[in-house]
T-cell receptor, first 115, second 114 residues
Framework: EAGVTQFPSHSVIEKGQTVTLRCDPI?????LYWYRRVMGKEIKFLLH????????ESGMPNNRFLAERTGGTYSTLKVQPAELEDSGVYFC?????????????FGNGTRLTVT | SQKIEQNSEALNIQEGKTATLTCNYT??????LQWYRQDPGRGPVFLLL?????KEKRKERLKVTFDTTLKQSLFHITASQPADSATYLC?????????????FGTGTRLTIIP
């Protein structure tokens, strides 16, 4: 099966610009997650979709971040306007049903650099 | 809130020896503790999961233990090989009224020296 794919792999934008990251989960996976790793820190949870519904968005840093998952398939994460502290690697992960005893499948991430 | 601590930032082990990585948690015992491997430029890849009521789990050359008294999980790679060099992450899998997420440690970068 195809894994989780993320696009783009790298993005360099200027402060104040807008960037949209895309994630295609494994087909049939209802659960989709966004995580972020900023330099030198641990990977941190941003939000969790179940199909097209936001189950938990407690990790979203502020209202400059908007995640969508229309139709319950792929997801986008938009940052508008981007700030310097938004730089980091954004990971998407998906999981089938089965609760937390089933592992997450991660994409290779989008490295975002805000200059 | 829960904190996951992987105290060794980097670990160098001679090929053929057993590598042991440590993961400590600060508050409540995780219902599930997961271990992932991450290579440079790639996403984390799931390796093993151990439940709160399990003491030990094995998969080929990998072994995970869970000690709720010490609030610690140990991850062992026996007969280590240079291909085992990577960053290893432990994560607490939390579920709270349907809200599910992983809390990661910062990882341990393991290098196996030929």
């Amino acid at each position: 099966e195809a894994g989780v794919t993320q696009f783009p792999s790298h993005s360099v934008i200027e402060k104040g610009q807008t960037v949209t990251l895309r994630c295609d989960p494994i087909s049939g996976h209802d659960n989709l997650y966004w995580y972020r790793r900023v330099m030198g820190k641990e990977i941190k949870f941003l939000l969790h979709f179940v199909k097209e519904s936001k189950q938990d968005e407690s990790g979203m840093p502020n209202n400059r971040f908007l995640a969508e998952r229309t139709g319950g398939t792929y997801s986008t994460l938009k940052v508008q306007p981007a700030e310097l502290e938004d730089s980091g690697v954004y990971f998407c992960a998906s999981r089938s049903s089965g609760g937390l005893n089933s592992p997450l499948h991660f994409g290779n991430g989008t490295r975002l650099t805000v200059t | 809130s829960q904190k996951i601590e992987q105290n060794s930032e980097a670990l160098n082990i001679q090929e053929g020896k057993t590598a042991t990585l440590t993961c400590n948690y600060t508050n409540y015992s995780p219902a599930y503790l997961q271990w992932y491997r991450q290579d440079p430029g790639r996403g984390p890849v799931f390796l093993l999961l151990i439940r709160e009521n399990e003491k030990e789990k094995r998969k080929e050359r990998l072994k995970v233990t869970f000690d709720t008294t010490l609030k610690q999980s140990l991850f062992h790679i026996t007969a280590s090989q240079p291909a085992d060099s990577a960053t290893y992450l432990c994560a607490d899998a939390q579920s709270n009224f349907g809200n599910e997420k992983l809390t990661f440690g910062t990882g341990t970068r393991l290098t196996i020296i030929p």
